[in-house]
């Protein structure tokens, strides 16, 4: 067996936790609570709460080749919490997307290209 690299496995945990993290924060926008109940092996639990009722868990994983999250509701109790979820996920998923798409547009606006040769008219 190859020796584990544990920088960059810290690294991903790390990674893990700030994505679990954006996720309660973003579900806390929508009248439920989350909380990290567990973080390994390149996935983190979360367990949703509203009011006094836990739903159950929502795992997210993380693949490390693929540099892609993804998550399961397969421990969630409600179907309708499920589906809730599911959509909640990609609604942020697609807010981080268009935030980090709209930074490098303007980057790439703020700096026009550099030519090598002059431009000629005729």
Known sequence: MGKINFQSSSQYLKELKLKAS???????????????TLIKDYKAKVEIIRGCES???????????????????????????TNLLESYWELMCDEEISRIGKYVIEINLSKPP???KPISWT
């Open 22 to 36: 954006r996720f309660i924060r973003f579900i806390a926008g929508k009248g439920l609570y989350g909380k990290i």
């Open 55 to 81: 739903y159950g868990y929502l795992i997210i994983h993380y693949k490390p080749t693929k540099m892609r999250y993804s998550i399961s509701t397969n421990e969630i109790r409600k179907p309708k919490m």
């Open 114 to 116: 550099k030519r090598k």
